[in-house]
């Protein structure tokens, strides 16, 4: 006997190929226009109905009369410190600076030979400023000053800075 083999049925809205999707009914979506609807009149309720300020009627003679409510008057203020600081002038005492009482000095070189000290001199003279050579124990300082402000001392060490004489420092007076 031949064989015999059966197909099985195929699913409603497949085709031969195999795609089983199914199909579905589409119809008018009443939900959603529902809802939009819905949505759309409380909106406009809000925007064309909160806006207009309540009105109140009054009865006058057998008539009715309707009026608007209006804002009460701006309280006045209680006090009378804002006219007060309006005029008021303040005085405040502001210190004087106080400038250092000893002046500054500028000391370039500190050295075991007075012919070292006496060298560094020359150079610094070169530049156009007057130096001295103090002795102080066993050394010798070259020293530049005395300056009233710090200001100026500091602007002729770096006019010595740019002739390579480095080192020099700002102090006070002794």
């Not at 402000?149 to 002739?163: D, I, V």
């Amino acid at each position: 006997m031949p064989r015999v083999t059966r197909r099985k049925p195929a699913k409603r809205g497949a085709t031969k190929r195999g795609n089983t999707r199914k199909q579905t009914k589409q119809g008018f979506p009443y939900i959603a226009c529902f809802i939009a609807i819905l949505l759309i009149a409380f909106i406009s309720y809000f925007v064309f109905g909160v806006d207009k300020p309540p009105v109140v009627q009054k009865q006058v003679a057998k008539k009715t009369v309707k009026t608007e409510e209006t804002l009460p008057e701006m309280p006045q203020p209680k006090w009378d410190y804002v006219d007060i600081l309006k005029t008021k002038e303040v005085k405040v005492d502001i210190p004087v600076e106080k400038k250092p009482t000893r002046p500054y000095q500028m000391q370039c070189g500190s050295f075991r030979n007075q012919g070292d000290a006496e060298s560094l001199k020359a150079k610094i003279a070169f530049q156009g400023l007057n130096s001295i050579v103090k002795k102080t124990g066993n050394w010798y300082r070259v020293i530049l000053g005395p300056y009233e402000r710090k200001r100026l001392a500091e602007k002729q060490r770096h006019q010595l800075q740019r002739a390579k004489i480095n080192g020099c420092q700002i102090w006070f007076w002794r």
